[in-house]
């Protein structure tokens, strides 16, 4: 196990044997429970049971002390019997650690969140996905804060995986249950290799306006993906020939110009949800007139709203003039 000691998947054991199909589902993990608290089985005090999972008559406890899991692998032999039961059932229990089963990497996702949240308490965190997925919201500078821990924590990950391959006779391939977005992705062939950051979409949208030359480089190709509030933008190699120095110079010049831009950068939002179709019209109308008396606005229209992002001085000037024209 590579996280804290502490950690879920340090006080997960796998179970195998379980009989399936005979019970409610629910039923078969009261059961399980009741086995694994039993101080004659060596448990202790369970935290949560995973049953059922993606393999046949397979289940994970968890218990709220790691040291209950290395007291109930020093039993020899776990016979599940209950009067629910039509017989005496012999389990196979392993550590978490040394399972390979698809569903493992949740767990070690579910331990990545607890420290994700530890770390950057301003953020608001969703329910992680069954395909690995988390949505996380808040401000850009809590966001960038967040992203370099992933990193530093990808990083280790790696460092690890290298000591751990050079221990060994045969190379062997390293799984990784996770990858921060914004982590480096190398791939075997040098013109596939590509870099990869995370801007807030509206510096990113107004960077593209205002300074495309940022996104642009010599055998580089830059290209941006967004989701809501933030855009991922990838920086691949376009021939063989660029390298690792192109790409990492390319990603330095988005990256330093999108940190000045968070200075500067100011959003004023204009709420368009109880206005009628007519309303929505004239409110574009008068932003495009403003964009063009303040050529430094960046204008977003969404159906409910529109966002005026530019300096402080410009939106500010904006909004000034939203409101005598309301006020008309």
Excluded: W
């Amino acid at each position: 196990c590579r996280l804290k000691a502490q950690s879920k998947s340090t006080r997960t054991i796998v179970i195998a044997g379980v009989p399936a199909g005979l019970l409610q589902d629910d039923v078969m993990a009261d059961i399980l429970t009741i086995h694994f608290q039993m101080s004659r089985n060596n448990g202790g005090d369970v935290e949560e049971v995973t049953y059922p999972t993606r393999n046949k008559g397979v289940a994970y406890i968890t218990f709220e002390d790691q040291e209950v899991v290395e007291s109930v692998l020093k039993k020899e032999q776990h016979l599940l019997q209950d009067k629910r039961l039509p017989r005496s059932y012999p389990l196979t229990v392993t550590r978490y650690c040394d399972s390979v089963s698809p569903d493992s990497h949740h767990f070690v996702l579910e331990d990545l969140v607890e420290e994700m949240k530890k770390q950057s308490p301003d953020l608001n965190f969703g329910p992680l996905q069954p395909d690995g997925q988390i949505a996380v919201r808040g401000s850009f500078p809590a966001l960038r804060v967040l992203r370099e821990f992933l990193l530093l924590k990808a990083k280790s990950l790696s460092e690890e995986g290298k000591r751990e391959g050079k221990s060994h006779q045969k190379p062997r391939k390293k799984l990784q249950e996770y990858r921060s977005a914004a982590e480096t992705r190398n791939s075997r062939s040098e013109h596939r290799e590509k870099q990869v950051l995370v801007l807030d979409t509206d510096i990113y949208l107004y960077m593209k306006c205002f300074l495309p030359k940022k996104f642009q480089a010599n055998d580089v190709v830059i290209s941006g993906v967004t989701d809501g509030d933030i855009t991922t933008v990838c920086i691949e190699s376009a021939g063989r020939e660029a390298g690792a120095a192109r790409r990492s110079r390319a990603k330095e010049i988005i990256e330093r110009c999108s940190v000045e831009l968070q200075k500067i950068l100011r959003k004023e939002r204009i709420c368009l949800k109880e206005q009628s179709r007519g309303q929505k019209q004239r409110y574009k109308q008068l932003c495009e007139r403003l964009k063009a008396r303040y050529p430094g606005l960046l204008i977003l229209p969404y159906d409910t709203h529109i966002d005026v992002v530019g300096t402080s001085a410009d939106v500010f000037a904006q909004k000034k003039n939203n409101n005598l024209k309301g006020q008309k």
